[in-house]
């Protein structure tokens, strides 16, 4: 996975330590209540889109062009759904992160962008719609807590709900 130029520069300061970053992760639901995952390159695994929020950048527009650079699919944001932070992640270089994950959900921009979905970057080996009742069994971990959260948010229907992972 490319390291965007201003986590290269902090790490080129304090090394592997742990970094604590805004990231974004985006339910994308096409009109048939499909769920938009990419296959990522880095653990060949299932997931939903996610990244970094560069610096400046809103978090919705972060979810917005994320999604757009992984899968080719234009989308609009509906809500922020969860609040959450991951465990801290270690990488096959020895850096280390903890996110702070903003949930949201969004659905694609137009019928046309349901139909544009394929790989956009180097960072998935595949992306497909796949309906709720049959998820790839290979599904990262991190995607199941995150539906989880999004069904209660999805029960409660006010605001962004809190938890951590």
């Known amino acids: 996975m490319p390291i965007p130029p201003y986590v290269a520069e902090l790490r080129s300061l304090v090394g592997h330590r742990q970094l604590w970053l805004p990231g974004v992760t985006v339910v994308v639901r096409d009109d048939d209540g499909r769920l938009l995952l990419a296959q990522r ?3 060949g ?3 939903l889109v996610s990244g970094i929020v560069d610096p ?3 978090p919705a527009v972060a979810a917005t062009r994320e999604v757009a ?3 080719c699919v234009d989308v609009v944001v509906q809500a922020l759904a969860a609040v959450s932070t991951t465990p801290e992640l270690v990488y096959p270089n020895g850096d280390r992160s903890v996110y ?3 949930l949201f959900t969004a659905r ?3 019928v046309r962008a349901v139909a544009a979905a394929a790989v956009g970057d180097d960072e998935n080996l595949a ?3 796949f309906v709720p009742d049959a998820l790839p069994a290979d599904l990262m971990d991190s995607t199941r807590f995150r539906l989880g959260l999004l069904e209660r948010f999805e029960a409660g229907g006010s605001g962004a709900a809190v938890f951590s992972a």
């Open 45 to 47: 695994r299932w997931a």
């Open 108 to 110: 694609p921009a137009s």
């Open 69 to 71: 650079e992984e899968t």
């Open 127 to 129: 992306v497909g719609w």
């Open 41 to 43: 390159a880095d653990t």
């Open 56 to 58: 400046g950048e809103e």
């Open 100 to 102: 702070l994950d903003l």
